[in-house]
């Protein structure tokens, strides 16, 4: 069975003109121990999707989701009591910005502790090996001295890690990592990541690792989801991803990696991401998408399974077809306008 | 904990290798604070007064309340006709200037520590019940608040005590009244600006909930803008305090209490002008002592205002 399942999970925020959809009909599944990675620009609700599974929404968004199970338990069901000790313990979630994750007014070492003291019930004493424990196991030099440091004594990544070990205090199954890497230094990047795939492997949790860098998924994720506008685009095994893409912004994405342009201009992909508030009528990537055609501006393609993975397109990148229907598409359009 | 503060000295002082260490925040706090002159002779006021205020029946020459028929409105004792029996001389009634004032050191304290206990308290929980729980429950507190701050702070506290009947219990809740919303405004920003941050939604994460999250994770953190607006609001309690009692609206006579002095003396001012000094230096010298004190501990504070 699988650990997560997320169904047509949405965030609706209400507006004068209909609601906004942030996050929008995404569909995911997880098996335990897997590692997923999940990408995107800036806005196009990775974060807010995690927030949504997790309950933490801000206000006034709303969740709708056909179904949001977790680890054998309907996390729409369950009372926001249950769903506290179950986000605590069994889902624990690490983010971006190190500096502000941890709370300036106490010690790392309080910090910890606490969450131990909580939701594994343990003593002070007990608690306080444990926590030195775990701050040796996220590589943390001279832990029990460490324990009374607080977070603005500490470098980014040291943050970075006691967050790391807070968040497998109490071995969750499912971490959910945003953009774990962002804030750091590249050096301490590679080390915090290789920390994660170390952790994930002992463990046999799931880990979902939300980010902007391809390099990072390329590096640990075995499945990656691609998300545009609050809406999976593409979603496929790691290794075909990043040889075929099928989606155009898959596509467009891996071509402007600084990586993939040594010597030359950089590329980009021209445009902005959709406003919530003008989302284009049909494939809401067609306003930026080289391939665009009549079909895509009106109808919005839906996702559907291909190649082994899914892909939202209606011209997708492996169809053979696919060329001839988009000269025939845009042929049709001049006829109809002449 | 006590064990760690002895040995982290020792091993910071010899060696310069480990000058890196960064200091204890409360040490930190102490060289800011220090070095600042302006708070330390303010600090050193404040206890000067608190110790006056302490013992006042041990240093007090006379009672504050009993009259004497040695004389009436007895000048100073560095003046022609006043004696060292009566060092700040008498009122118009006879009593001791000097055990008045000092006497009147105590209520004044007390008026201050009283209501900034008050408006801290019921402050900071509208404070933070306003900036956590947004919506209608925020629009009502803060508009109640904004009417508060509409009308002035002292006609306020005038119409306040008027419902209430003159006193010094109805001034001090007056004026706790007055200064409650300078308390809800600061708690509240801070409370937004700190639950923005991402170790209040990891709080969440780990399943906090709402009155742990307000108090334990957020509270802590909007405590120093609050510790410097409580100390200058001791200096503004006095001061409105005091203007209510010269207005005959606190403290009744015969209590010792400044402003009441101040407004018992009013008539001599001419003839006799120590009696109308003196409550007023006294006043003067504290909500100075409390300014000074509360904008040096802004200063060491708030991270921005370092040098």
């Known amino acids: 069975m699988a650990a997560l399942e997320i169904e047509n999970l949405s965030v609706l925020f209400p507006s004068s003109g209909g609601p906004l959809r942030p996050v929008d009909g995404v569909s995911l599944s997880l098996e335990q121990g897997e590692i997923l990675g999940i990408v995107g620009e800036s806005g196009s609700g990775k974060s807010l999707a995690m927030l949504a599974l997790m309950g933490l929404v801000p206000y006034p968004g709303e969740v709708s989701a056909g179904r949001l199970r977790f680890d054998g338990h309907d996390l729409l069901a369950v009372s926001e009591a249950q769903r506290r000790s179950l986000t605590g313990k069994d889902m624990a979630m690490i983010f971006q910005e190190p500096a502000t994750s941890l709370n300036p007014c106490f010690t790392v070492g309080f910090q910890i502790i606490e969450t131990l003291r909580v939701h594994e019930k343990m003593d002070g004493k007990q608690a306080r090996r444990r926590a030195i424990e775990l701050l040796e196991q996220v590589g943390i030099p001279a832990p029990e001295s460490r324990l009374s440091a607080y977070p603005h004594q500490l470098s980014g990544g040291m943050n970075q890690r006691v967050m790391i070990a807070i968040a497998i205090a109490c071995n969750p199954k499912l971490l959910i990592a945003d953009e774990p890497t962002t804030a750091l230094d590249v050096t301490i990047q590679a080390q915090i990541l290789n920390l994660l795939l170390t952790l994930q492997r002992e463990r046999g949790m799931a880990l979902i690792i939300i980010t902007h860098n391809m390099g990072v998924v390329a590096e640990i994720a075995q499945r990656v989801v691609v998300m545009y506008s609050g809406q999976i685009m593409e979603e496929r095994a790691t290794a075909d991803l990043f040889n075929a893409p099928q989606h155009p912004y898959t596509e467009a994405l891996l071509a402007a990696r600084p990586e993939s342009r040594i010597g030359e201009r950089l590329a980009t992909i021209p445009g902005a991401v959709p406003s919530l508030y003008a989302r284009p009528r049909g494939c809401l990537f067609s306003p930026r998408c080289q391939y665009a055609t009549p079909l895509t501006v009106d109808t919005r393609p839906e996702l559907r399974p291909w190649k082994g993975g899914a892909v939202r397109c209606h011209y997708p990148l492996g169809d053979l077809t696919r060329e001839a229907r988009i000269r025939a598409d845009r042929q049709s359009d001049r006829e109809t306008v002449a | ?307």
């Open chain 2, 1 to 307: 904990m006590s064990a760690q503060t002895a040995e982290a000295p020792a091993i910071a002082a010899p060696s310069t290798a480990l000058a890196g260490i960064p200091q204890h925040p409360a040490m930190e706090f102490y060289g800011d604070f220090v070095a600042n002159p302006g708070a330390v002779i303010g600090v050193l006021v404040i206890f000067a007064l608190l110790i006056l205020a302490a013992t006042a029946d041990l240093i007090a020459p006379y009672s504050p309340v009993l009259t004497s028929d040695t004389g009436f409105l007895l000048p100073p004792f560095w003046q022609t006709g006043g004696s060292l029996a009566h060092p700040l001389g008498t009122d118009p009634i006879g009593r001791d200037l000097l055990s008045r004032l000092i006497y009147g050191t105590r209520l004044s304290l007390l008026i201050g520590a009283a209501v900034v206990t008050l408006s801290v308290l019921f402050g900071t929980t509208l404070g933070l019940i306003a900036g956590f729980f947004r919506g209608v429950v925020e629009i009502s507190i803060m508009r109640l608040m904004d009417i508060i701050l509409t009308l002035p702070s002292l006609l306020l506290a005038i119409v306040i005590v008027a419902i209430l009947g003159p006193g010094v219990m109805n001034a001090l809740l007056a004026v706790a009244i007055v200064q409650l919303p300078f308390y809800v405004r600061i708690v509240r920003a801070a409370v937004i600006a700190e639950t923005a941050k991402d170790y209040v939604t990891a709080a969440k994460v780990s399943g906090a909930g709402s009155l742990r999250l307000m108090v334990k994770e957020v509270l802590p953190n909007c405590a120093a803008p609050l510790i410097v607006q409580a100390s200058l609001g001791i200096s503004t309690a006095i001061l409105d305090a005091a203007a209510l009692g010269f207005l005959g609206l606190g403290a009744q006579p015969p209590t010792p209490e400044w402003g009441t002095m101040l407004a018992d003396a009013r008539e001599f001012i001419l003839r006799a002008w120590w009696v109308v000094t003196f409550p007023g230096v006294m006043i003067l010298i504290t909500v100075l002592a409390f300014n000074l004190f509360g904008d040096g501990l802004r200063d060491a504070l708030d991270p921005k205002l370092k040098r």
